[in-house]
């Protein structure tokens, strides 16, 4: 169940719930605890990868919004 909504002070950038819950999940894991590992290195060896994917679709889903207001100003 995602955190993002309990009690956390608005963070204005596109994504920031779900980014907060990945940053968490990461911190808490059993690679960074456990392991003393960089939170970036237990996220490429595949920790926390369903809100890895939650928050790329997120920010892919920006980008593609971004897209579809720029693109008719390309063309032109």
Do not use: I
Request: proline share 3%; aromatic share 8%.
């Amino acid at each position: 169940m995602p955190k993002y909504y309990e009690d956390k002070e608005e963070d204005g950038r596109a994504c920031g719930g779900v980014r907060e819950d990945l940053r968490q999940c990461l911190l808490e894991s059993r690679c960074v605890l456990q392991e003393n590992k960089s939170p970036r290195q237990c996220l490429r060896e595949g920790h926390c990868r369903s809100l890895q994917t939650t928050f790329f679709a997120c920010k892919r889903s920006m980008v593609s919004v971004w897209g579809v207001f720029c693109a008719g100003s390309l063309g032109t």
